[in-house]
């Protein structure tokens, strides 16, 4: 015979607001992981019909009002557009009481939060990256109030449906934004860059395309399981006056560091900028 409490149906303990790309990936990572069962999980989305089609594909349920949605909820993740934080219904502040509420949303401080979820248990603000839509990303995270065991437990496994997670200082989010954030995108940048190159030196460009993107990956991978500096990789590529040292001079002569420095102060500051809107 089986335990009684084995015949009783799941309930909630998830609640999802926005259902789009990231809450996708974040549900996708729990039921992966088998974190949660479907049933455990509820989601309400905006306009769009996200929410039902996020239920559709995946078994959660999709709610078209806040209070059926929190009935049941402990964990409420806000993963709607950090624009869309200022016309949350008012009623959120009473319905979160006593909830763990995790946000996702870029440059929303956890004072601003604290406005619109005045009365949570713990508030944390957490910043993914779209690598998490595979289960690859990294995302920093920091809490309003210290943390128990049993919220950390649940922080790290909304938040490691998505990857990696590591604790932070919130002063820090902002140059976390700049990194790991903002950071996917300079790598695209470069693996195109790297395509153009291969072009302009005579590659067709599916050709170019595919050498760059494999070598990216390979090399990222490298550097993950040999847990090597990058430095002391890149000279094991690297001979005197090889090919590698004439690309690297070149590199060096037009300010590469300088120029990816530069670029993530400026994130940064924008991060900085953004944070200070409503
Ligand atoms: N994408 C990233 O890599 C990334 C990285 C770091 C942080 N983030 C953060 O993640 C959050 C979500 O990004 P995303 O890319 O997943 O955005 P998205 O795909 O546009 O999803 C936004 C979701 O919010 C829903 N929504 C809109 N108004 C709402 C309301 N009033 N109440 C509840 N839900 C509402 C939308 O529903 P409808 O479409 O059905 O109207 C949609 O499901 C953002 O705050 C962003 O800053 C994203």
Known sequence: ?????????????????????????????????????????????????????????TGITAHSDLVSLLATADTVVLACKPQQLAGLDPRLADLTAGRLVISILAGKRLARLAQTFPRTR?????????????????????????????????VDTVLGALGQAIELEEKQLDAVTAVSGSGPAFLFEFVAALREGGVAA???????????????????????????????????????????????QRMAARGFRDTIKETILAAKARSEELSKED
């Open 202 to 248: 005579g590659l067709p460009r599916d050709v170019a395309a595919q050498l760059a993107q494999a070598t990216v990956l390979g090399s990222a991978r490298l550097l993950a399981e040999t847990r090597a500096e990058p430095e002391a990789l890149r000279d094991q590529v690297t001979s005197p006056h090889g090919t590698t040292f004439a690309g690297l």
């Open 122 to 154: 713990n508030l944390v603000r957490a910043m993914p990256n779209t690598p998490g839509q595979i289960g690859a990303g990294i995302t920093g995270w920091c809490a309003l109030h210290p943390l128990g065991a049993a919220d950390r437990r649940l």
């Open 1 to 57: 015979m089986g335990k009684e409490t084995g015949n009783l149906p799941s309930l909630p303990r998830f609640a999802f607001i926005g259902a789009g790309r990231m809450a996708s990936a974040m549900v996708g990572g729990l039921l992966a992981r088998k974190a949660a069962a479907p049933a455990e999980i509820a989601c309400v989305g905006g306009d769009d019909d996200t929410a039902r089609g996020l239920a559709r594909r």
